[in-house]
């Protein structure tokens, strides 16, 4: 690294910090060795001089794209970079051909759109910012030019962003490598639609490796303690490009599936996505596969986290189902792969415990018996069958074959054994399915691989899956540094300059310590599987015997069976407990035996039937030995193509966007092998400066030199020679400096800027200085000059305002008096008329309101009257009938009385109402006789008949009044008697209305029988008369018949004059309540009127006093006169005429006479209302405007 060579007083410097890792202060002390430091927040530290580093104070304010532009390339100032970048969201940051990619943490979708891709498209590496793009930009370059493989290594920490960068690289790839109309999908659809079109020719295999992302994730991938989507393999992605450079195929390949998670969990961790997914599914797919909460299964319980926050697993459930049918699954296989998923759900649930020998194991209980059932169940075997394999081993012998049984703890290892085994077997035919529906293209040449892999692992216990990701990331880092050196090695060929070999730390030692073979730590491992009776504790001890001596091995002194190794990126201490179940790769022969019999085909294809010499061969395969196979046909494939790297760094532990943590960013930083890097080139020239960049920055430490027109190498070479630096190197465009040179360059910049900073403040400062006295006294004088001015413009403005001011006020007072006299007059105006009109209206109110008391007085005395005559009435007849009753009671003779006295009276009555009916007939057909003579006779005159006509008539009408001489004197008798009785009848009503009364008692059938007999005497008399000539009485008719007409006219006209007559009535009813409401409101309106003279009295009174109190305010101005007061007078005698109903009086001359207003004084002249009434009685229309007036 860039330590410092000279630091003086004032540097700005580094110093180590355990909060923030590092931070930045001012030298303000040196001692020696050692300096003391100001921090930025105030303290101050005293440090080595080789603990701290210089800070670069031109630095750019927004950090550098490349921080091989660094003037000082070392830790701090390569964190304070990435600090810088990452609070504007410049998450891409180069390190020479390297880029740092730091998680945000929130979606940036404007950075990775169709519109970058396409300016990222061909571009050089330095005219655009650091991106994902310009790393598979310069790969793809790369291929097509130089037609070399190409490959891209994206490593970092779980939570770091490499899933997501793969997609991006993939992305960019596609539309790189895809056909025209490819933009807008992604990588996956244009890697499947070329290999269909040129291998398969299957639209729908354009899907495939974007849906492998869904598949593989959901079997894959687990929720860790930092990150909710962690990817638990390896996953190197191959793709295949033709000629043309179009994408012509695809293949993936996976590494290190985490097996043991399939049994064992922490808390806060999950299992694969899959089994809670099949947990989530619709309800007919658990009760297919007769599947719970994930609580209630062992696998899943043994951590409390279930769900993931913002993840619906049904919703996942149906996209992994629709992703599989994409990639080529079909609805049988499908059924097949979660048939083995839940299958191995129930197998976690079978417990056992011991049986009868203590050395066996038998199914504990019911609900275990339950969960084996199932188990044979879905993987279509035979429960016993698996109940022996689970708890029982076949040892076979020359001589016999043995069955052994397991203790409970052994059947329980065995139960998860066959779990592992049969998950990690379904992981791999789905990545084979995978890869088979992409198709592949064996005539491609020209690959771009991107491998997506763990990062370095250090957590507090460490067990066998931290070691074989570390021992990859041990290995990926020797290729990384031999990478970095040959191109440090190259960039110092491009310059032609001569050089010698810079060492750099090789970790050979710690590969050959892990690999090693014989004598290995994965040797030493495989040989304790073989052997039964080894133990982790054994294996310890004989590991710490082999390396006691070896630097990168060290024996922990608390612990018997832990071991440490110093990795590049530090120590990690591993715990050894379960190295020896973890390595071993091997399927027991038992389930080898029960599944390959399975009568499901899919599962006796993930379990094919191993041939004689396969099973001996295959007895025992660790999984070291296996993945170190893998690991080295992966490096042989990275070493034959050209390499890209991507260092994918996490800021915080927390996941949060803008939180950047030192700490954490710096051990990454470490671990990935980026400060590696940085040491690499500190330890040759890790200064590369163009001579234009050095003769800009450090020109000035010889400014001769810049005046004379040379060249940039002879200048910046006088110029070292003038600093006399020694040990630089001048290539053809660049000149290289070791880092400290580079810091005591300028240290001498510095200590030249602060002395020529002195000279220059001190000269300034004198000029300064006499040009401020200059101003000063030329503008002293000036303000004088003006002020003297200004007090003369002041004092003539202060005079003639004053003179105006006078003038004002006496205007003011005028206008004052004028309005205070305008305003009284028009009060008292508006007060006289109000006061009139009110005492009117209170005496109208008043004499209304007496009229309307006397009239409803009358009416209530006359109710009163009649009620109590009503009720006397009605007391006295009870009082009679409560006699009458008492008196039947005492005599029974007076009943027999008053029978008989009824019964005469009526047989009296009836006999003289016979009689007065007989009568009555005879003198209505008389009069009617007579009328119809009088209209007949009315009759000839109007028609003008002649005399002779009517003297015929005349006698014929004589002739048949006298037709009978028999019967005239008892007619003419009769006619008598019924006058007499008719008279008789008036005078009984008006002497004796008591008799009314009892004859309305009589019964129903005497009146009805004397109506029969009115009815039929006329019909007798009438028969009676005989008719002598029938013509003549047929023109009587005729005459009669017209004279009926007549007469029925005449009805007519009396009914219309009747219901006219009634209309008449009804209005003048209406008009009488309407007359009574209009009473009713004058006496309210006289009430009112009442109130109002009381209040004017009030209100006259503080009339006065304000009138009183105004005289007093305007005693300066010159008081009203008498003709004023008349003309007052006469304005209020016009207002007062202007009614027609009411005088009010005006007030006297003197205001004096106003002190004392008595209401007596107001008189009321009112209109005499009672010829209205009479008039309007008399004329219904004055009657309604008497109405409308109120």
Known sequence: MGMPANVEIGSHVWVEDPEVAWIDGIVINIEQDEVEVQTRDGKTVAVSLSRIYPNDVEAPSGGVDDMTRLQYLHEPAVLHNLATRYEINEIYTYSGNILIALNPFQPLSHLYDVYVMERYKGALIEGLSPHVFTIADVAYREMIKEGRSNSILVSGESGAGKTETTKMLMRYLAYLGGHSGAEGRTVEQQVLETGAQIWHAKLLTKMCVMQSNPVLEAFGNAKTAINNNSSRFGKFVEIQFDKKGRISGAAIRTYLLERSRVCQISDPERNYHCFYLLCAAPPEEIEKYKLGNPKSFHYLNQSNCYELVGVSDAQEYVATRRAMDVVGINEKEQDAIFRVVAAILHLGNINFEKDEDIDSALVKDEQSLFHLHMTAELLMCDPLSLEDALCKRVMVTPEEIIKKSLDPHAAAVSRDGLAKTIYSRLFDWLVDKINVSIGQDPSSKCLIGILDIYGFESFKANSFEQFCINFTNEKLQQHFNQHVFKMEQEEYAKEEINWNYVEFVDNQDVLDLIEKKPGGIIALLDEACMFPKSTHETFAQKLYQKFKDHKRFIKPKLTRSDFTIAHYAGEVQYQSDQFLDKNKYYVVAEHQDLLSASKCSFIAGLFPPLSEESAKSSKFSSICSRFKIQLQQLMDILNSTEPHYIRCVKPNNLLKPATFDNINVIQQLRSGGVLEVIRIKCAGYPAHRTFSEFLIRFGILAPEILKGKYEEKVACKWILEKMELKGYLMGKTKLFLRAEQMAELDAKKARLLRNSARVIQRQIRTYTTRRDYIILRKSSIHIQSHWRGKLARELYKYKRKEVAAVKIQKNLRRQLARRAYTGIRISALVVQTGFRAMAARKDFRFREQTKAATIIQACWRCQRVVSYYKKLKKASVISQSRWRGRMVKNSEAATIIQAYWRRYRAVSYYKKLKKASAISQCTWRRRTAGKDHSNVKMAIRETGSDEEEN????????????????????????????????????????????????????????????????????????????????????????????????????????????????????????????????????????????????????????????????????????????????????????????????????????????????????????????????????????????????
């Open 951 to 1190: 003297y015929k008539l005349e006698k014929q009408v004589e002739e048949l009044r006298c037709f009978s001489p028999s019967e005239k004197h008892p007619k003419m008798d009769l006619e008598e008697a019924k006058a007499q009785e008719i008279d008789m009848s008036r005078f009984s009503l008006q002497t004796s209305p008591n008799k009314v009364d009892k004859t309305n008692a009589l019964p129903l059938e005497e009146h009805y029988a004397v109506l029969r007999t009115i009815a039929v005497h006329p019909a007798v008399i009438e028969i009676s008369t005989p008719i002598s000539d029938t013509e003549k009485v047929e023109n009587l008719n005729a005459e009669v018949k017209k004279l009926k007409a007549l007469l029925l006219s005449e009805k007519q006209r009396a009914d219309n004059f009747e219901r006219t007559y009634a209309e008449v009535c009804k209005l003048s009813e209406k008009r009488r309540k309407k007359l009574e409401e209009t009473e009713r409101r004058v006496y309210q309106l006289q009430a009112s009127l009442n109130k109002m003279l009381y209040s004017m009295s009030d209100q006259f009174a503080e009339l006065k006093m304000i009138l009183y109190a105004s005289s007093n305010s305007n005693s300066t101005s010159v008081p009203i006169k008498t003709d004023v007061q008349t003309d007052v007078a006469s304005d209020n005698s016009d207002a007062s005429s202007s009614d027609s109903d009411f005088t009010f009086p005006a007030p006297a001359l003197n205001a004096v006479d106003l002190s004392s207003p008595d209401p007596n004084s107001f008189q009321l002249i009112v209109q005499d209302l009672q010829a209205t009434e009479i008039s309007g009685s008399e004329n219904g229309d004055k009657e309604g405007a008497f109405d409308d007036y109120f």
